[in-house]
């Protein structure tokens, strides 16, 4: 189609590609928590101490997937990665024992929520440079979209098939539905792929023309060490990664939470919708109040309300006080996200932004995997969630009045002479 370009196929395909990731991620896990639980008689911190050593090995699942992406092409990876996490799923829907069941978490962990969610990121920065605002913003939308239809499927499928019987049904669904839409998607040239700044009319895969005044620029910034130095940092990565830990916690037992509350499995996916539906405006509207709003009082205004969340969560007793709680969870949530990958490069520059950011996606991995263990040990000991959950409103909340006082560091338009 003439004046078609390409790349927006890619997105809804990168798109679809991150709602597959549904298996390897903790809320995805959580759809298959209680009746997994009580067909293996599996405990809940054992279960939990699982997921925890799942999360951390499984991360190594991004090591590497980069530079394999750039040698071999977005359809190539994809279509591996789609057709060993669907086998992934469709064996752990037949196992039997714990160390089975270990295995299985653990590859769905490095093959969903690590090596496919790179690769589906990756494709759309892979065709996109001068509209990749716009690009991430769709494909935002458009795996929200996604997620919003698997989750009630998903939980649809668990109460009348079984978990084994829905598991079976997502694994086979990636085989027969991603996989072939990996074969849409051509390879981008190189790695610095064709973007929409040069669509050769040959067809050809000629390398993008470069943004005027983009040669021999030194990046500005702060290094690592610096960045470490000053307080927002740690207000920041400490405040994403009391999130994950929330957000993993309640991902992963959150059936079992309501439960607790007296509401049932159907008010429980329905929860799952209405937090992606207002994680979705959460990302929207952090985005932009951040043009005009200091980063570190939106930051404080993300966690104060999800402060009042886990607050009021041990107070739930009807549906809608858990649409309301769902709200909330998810606004917060999805400003801290818009407000975790925005705050780095606008803060402290590109000098080492890798490094920086790393550093702070770490913190996030490990939270994340220790949040389910916390809700778990405490459930043991005794006997309700409530007691974690107030104890996590007043970290959050901590964080939240220290962010309201954190003065942002200023940005250096030209690199110090400090190493790393």
């Given at each position: 189609m003439k004046g078609f370009y390409y790349g927006w196929v890619v997105v809804f395909v990168a798109a679809a590609a991150m709602v597959g990731t549904l298996p390897g991620r903790t809320q995805g896990l959580g759809l298959i928590t209680e009746p997994l639980l009580a067909d293996l008689q599996i405990g809940r911190v054992d279960y939990a101490q699982l997921n925890l050593w799942a999360t951390l090995i499984g991360a190594a699942g991004?090591?590497?997937?980069?530079?394999?992406?750039?040698?071999?092409?977005?359809?190539?990876?994809?279509?591996?990665?789609?057709?060993?996490?669907?086998?992934?799923?469709?064996?752990?829907?037949?196992?039997?024992?714990?160390?089975?069941?270990?295995?299985?978490?653990?590859?769905?962990?490095?093959?969903?929520?690590?090596?496919?969610?790179?690769?589906?990121?990756?494709?759309?920065?892979?065709?996109?440079?001068?509209?990749i605002d716009m690009a991430m913003a769709v494909y935002s939308v458009v795996l929200s979209v996604g997620f919003m239809i698997a989750f009630p499927v998903v939980g649809t499928l668990v109460q009348s098939r079984g978990w084994r019987g829905a598991w079976f049904a997502v694994g086979a669904s990636l085989l027969a539905g991603l996989l072939p839409l990996a074969l849409l998607v051509k390879r981008a040239a190189g790695a610095a792929a064709r973007s929409e700044f040069h669509v050769p009319s040959s067809g050809s895969n000629s390398e993008p023309e470069p943004e005027p005044g983009t040669w021999n620029l030194e990046p500005a910034g702060y290094t690592?060490?610096?960045?470490?130095?000053?307080?927002?940092?740690?207000?920041?990565?400490?405040?994403?990664?009391?999130?994950?830990?929330?957000?993993?916690?309640?991902?992963?037992?959150?059936?079992?939470?309501?439960?607790?509350?007296?509401?049932?499995?159907?008010?429980?996916?329905?929860?799952?919708?209405?937090?992606?539906?207002?994680?979705?405006?959460?990302?929207?509207?952090?985005?932009?109040?951040?043009?005009?709003?200091?980063?570190?009082?939106?930051?404080?205004?993300?966690?104060?309300?999800?402060?009042?969340?886990?607050?009021?969560?041990?107070?739930?007793?009807?549906?809608?006080?858990?649409?309301?709680?769902?709200?909330?969870?998810?606004?917060?949530?999805?400003?801290?996200?818009?407000?975790?990958?925005?705050?780095?490069?606008?803060?402290?520059?590109?000098?080492?932004?890798?490094?920086?950011?790393?550093?702070?996606?770490?913190?996030?991995?490990?939270?994340?995997?220790?949040?389910?263990?916390?809700?778990?040990?405490c459930i043991e000991m005794t006997g309700s969630y409530a007691a974690m959950f107030y104890l996590l409103a007043a970290a959050v909340g901590s964080v939240a009045a220290a962010a309201s006082l954190t003065t942002m560091p200023p940005y250096r338009t030209i690199p110090s002479s400090s190493s790393f």
């Amino acid at each position: 189609m003439k004046g078609f370009y390409y790349g927006w196929v890619v997105v809804f395909v990168a798109a679809a590609a991150m709602v597959g990731t549904l298996p390897g991620r903790t809320q995805g896990l959580g759809l298959i928590t209680e009746p997994l639980l009580a067909d293996l008689q599996i405990g809940r911190v054992d279960y939990a101490q699982l997921n925890l050593w799942a999360t951390l090995i499984g991360a190594a699942g991004a090591v590497g997937i980069g530079r394999v992406l750039d040698r071999l092409g977005s359809r190539a990876v994809l279509a591996g990665v789609a057709a060993a996490l669907g086998l992934t799923v469709v064996l752990m829907s037949r196992v039997t024992t714990f160390a089975g069941l270990a295995i299985a978490v653990t590859l769905t962990r490095a093959l969903g929520q690590s090596a496919l969610s790179v690769v589906s990121i990756a494709m759309v920065g892979h065709w996109f440079a001068r509209r990749i605002d716009m690009a991430m913003a769709v494909y935002s939308v458009v795996l929200s979209v996604g997620f919003m239809i698997a989750f009630p499927v998903v939980g649809t499928l668990v109460q009348s098939r079984g978990w084994r019987g829905a598991w079976f049904a997502v694994g086979a669904s990636l085989l027969a539905g991603l996989l072939p839409l990996a074969l849409l998607v051509k390879r981008a040239a190189g790695a610095a792929a064709r973007s929409e700044f040069h669509v050769p009319s040959s067809g050809s895969n000629s390398e993008p023309e470069p943004e005027p005044g983009t040669w021999n620029l030194e990046p500005a910034g702060y290094t690592l060490n610096e960045a470490l130095r000053t307080p927002a940092f740690w207000i920041f990565a400490i405040g994403a990664a009391l999130y994950g830990l929330v957000a993993s916690g309640i991902g992963l037992f959150n059936e079992s939470i309501l439960a607790e509350r007296g509401l049932g499995a159907n008010i429980y996916y329905q929860t799952l919708v209405v937090t992606a539906m207002t994680g979705l405006a959460g990302n929207f509207v952090g985005g932009w109040l951040a043009r005009s709003v200091p980063l570190n009082r939106l930051m404080a205004a993300s966690l104060f309300v999800l402060t009042i969340g886990l607050l009021a969560l041990p107070q739930i007793s009807t549906r809608p006080m858990a649409m309301a709680w769902a709200v909330m969870m998810g606004l917060g949530g999805g400003l801290v996200m818009v407000l975790f990958f925005s705050v780095w490069p606008r803060v402290y520059g590109r000098r080492q932004l890798g490094r920086i950011q790393g550093a702070a996606q770490a913190m996030t991995v490990l939270a994340s995997a220790v949040g389910p263990l916390l809700l778990a040990a405490c459930i043991e000991m005794t006997g309700s969630y409530a007691a974690m959950f107030y104890l996590l409103a007043a970290a959050v909340g901590s964080v939240a009045a220290a962010a309201s006082l954190t003065t942002m560091p200023p940005y250096r338009t030209i690199p110090s002479s400090s190493s790393f």
